[in-house]
């Protein structure tokens, strides 16, 4: 099975700084990555998938990248309402979730 | 617009069963792989299980394999989850959530899910 190491597990940060979500998995994945967004008591919803695609009607101040088994998420110039947990999932081989990232606002 | 309505969560004691269900429209449902993901209160995201289009592959995650069975009906555009020798540690909100292509191409959209809680 692959595993999925996701880091940091909580991150704090001020308005409008640039922050930066990783996920390591256990083995190649290509660009098999998602990357999503929780809020609270809320469905995760899609930012990111293949790596770096950005999904229809998610801001552009969110960014993906990488490829085989390290992966990142950017989210430039911090909004109030980037105040969430966010998850990687691999889908090379079934589906693993990383162990999520909780934003804090500063 | 897509939407993925679950229902059939609730209370239950160890070892007993449930069915869960999700009906699904805005698309066409029959051409997507489907899947069950579960958060525990307070916890990140676990994957379940999975179904392709047709139902020629299905898959489980390590913890449910052998008790929890994913089946569903392209006629009724509905998705299922039959869970079986439930445990406490089964306690969670199980969302549905649809696969970007036949199967295991990701996640683009999810339900809102349904809460389950095993307890005696």
């Known amino acids: 099975d692959i595993q999925v190491t996701q880091s940091p597990s909580t991150l704090s940060a001020s308005i409008g700084d640039s922050v930066t979500i990783t996920c390591r998995a256990s083995q190649y994945i290509g660009y098999w990555l998602a990357w999503y967004q929780q809020k609270p008591g809320k469905a995760p919803k899609i930012l990111i998938y293949q790596a770096s695609s950005l999904q229809t009607e998610v801001p552009s101040r969110f960014s993906g990248s990488g490829s085989g088994t390290e992966f990142s998420l950017t989210i430039d110039s911090l909004q109030p309402d980037d105040l969430a947990t966010y998850y990687c999932l691999q889908y090379n081989s079934l589906l693993t979730f990383g162990g999520g990232t909780k934003v804090q606002i500063k | 617009e897509v939407q993925l309505v679950e229902s059939g969560g609730g209370l239950v004691q160890p070892g007993r069963s449930l069915r869960l269900s999700c009906v699904a429209s805005g698309f066409a449902f029959k051409n997507y792989g489907m899947h069950w993901v579960r958060q525990a209160p307070g916890k990140g995201l676990e994957w379940v299980s999975g179904?392709?289009?047709?139902?020629?592959?299905?898959a489980y995650g390590d913890s449910v394999k052998g008790r929890f069975t994913i089946s569903r009906d392209n006629t009724e555009s509905s998705l299922y989850l039959q869970m079986n020798s439930l445990r406490d540690e089964d306690t969670a909100v199980y969302y549905c959530a649809k696969d970007y292509g036949d199967w295991n191409y990701g996640l683009d959209y999810w339900g809102q899910g349904t809460p389950v809680t095993v307890s005696s």
């Open positions: 179904i392709s289009w047709d139902s020629g592959n299905k």
